[in-house]
């Protein structure tokens, strides 16, 4: 369950709010979010301040008095996620969005920001203390632990629950935990059915054929899918993981068919990459069976074996990659990672622009249309007064007169998603390339050291002292 802390802001309430909407914080500003105001810092102080100004008869910017108590102008609270939680930096920032408005109510000004600059997820929110209707939000021990029990209950509707199956393996969130025990998960199930065939079989086809032996529906197109018996959709194979792709799965049955021969591949098809590859998974394969090897089992639900060993799979995924786009040398290698973090940093930032940019279009059409709806109205309430006077100036600065800005503004807004919905595929593309590259990289300059084999028998020689001991304490 997340951490909750507050801070009483007395001065600089402009500070904090640049603060916390920092770009190299918050992925690019991706991960900030307005509500009843602007995500830009120096607009959200505006806003906060015609309000706070309304109500309070005080300034906003006003300096902290030694002799007299200086009034709380806003309220900073910061709920902190362990990294046991499990949770990523989108669903953190919803939950956050969702507290804030059921903590502080519907009519109050709060500019929420998630920020992934330490160790652990934390989102701020700011808060005005008054709200349109200047009802204003004391801070003190009793709010402070309603909000805690609010968020905890929120967090919980979640699903995010800390369950560790044993000591040693990774949290999962709740409804990842009950998925896994309940053996609904039809991705995983389709990765068990695949694991189990793909050593058994000579080639796609035959894997295909058994696949449909065995209950579950094969389309086989541009991209390979399956459907287990019950589910709704097909999954195409390449979503499962890059081991799944029909490149992937030919070259992971060529392995399993040539395991106990891997060294004796034919010289035209060597080159410096895949030859070390080549021999390193003989050498743990042959360390597998000698049973010199820590066991690793990449499929909890299989008996251990060659074909189920966590680095011979590992292996035998890269090296599929690697034949697959002809790469010959480290060298070329990392020229590929290189361009690929390039390509992948550039579509990110790029990306995140055109999001923030499509938000903070969509509160200026908001703000524009509640203008016009209360500009209408015969008779305002003192709060509607206020609103109308901070939406106006959203109105004016951005030229908006009547109902044709704001279709202006739309249309703006339609060809901003647009773009970013197709920059969203392409990123998705290019992070998966980027990651897979990295990985191989640093897989490849691992397996390279001449005692790479003998570090994972010392490993298993380790593990077996260290169970001696423990059976001489029993």
Known sequence: MPYIKSICIRSTPNRSLAYIANPEKTDNLLLVSGLNCSTVPAVAYLEMKTVFEEYSKH????????????????????QSFSPADNVSPEQAHEIAKEWAAAAFGSERQILVSTHLDKGHIHSHIIINTYDFNGVKFNDNQTTLAAVRSLSDTLCMNYGIQTIRSNKKSRSLKYNEWDNKKKGTSWKQQIRLAIDKLVMNVDSVDRLISELEKAGYTVKRGKYLAVRAEGQERFVRTKTLGEDYTEESLSERIRIAAAESGIAKRPKRDI???????????????????????????????????????????????????????HISSIGELEGKLNSAKEAYQNAKAELNKLTQNGEQLQTVIVHCE???????????????????????????????????????????????????????????????????YSEIVKTYYEISQGDYISKLVEQEKKKREIEKKKGKTI
């Open 271 to 325: 080159n410096e990459l895949n030859s070390i590859y080549y021999k390193r998974i003989y050498e743990v394969s042959e360390l597998v069976k000698a049973n010199m090897k820590t066991p690793k089992k990449y499929s909890r639900k299989l008996p251990y074996s060659v074909q189920n060993d966590f680095t011979v799979y590992t292996l035998a995924a890269q090296l599929a990659v690697i034949n697959r786009e």
């Open 59 to 78: 300034k906003f910017n006003e300096a902290v008095c030694k002799n007299e108590k200086t009034p709380i102008k806003a309220i900073h609270y910061i």
């Open 370 to 436: 509640k203008y016009f709806e209360l500009k209408a109205k015969s008779e305002l309430t003192a709060a509607e007064q206020l609103k109308l006077k901070i939406f106006s100036q959203t109105a004016e600065r951005i030229h908006v007169t009547d109902e044709s800005g704001i279709e202006r503004i739309r249309a703006l807004k339609a060809n901003v998603d647009k773009k970013a919905e197709a920059l969203a595929a392409e990123f998705h593309n290019l992070e998966e390339r980027y990651t897979t």
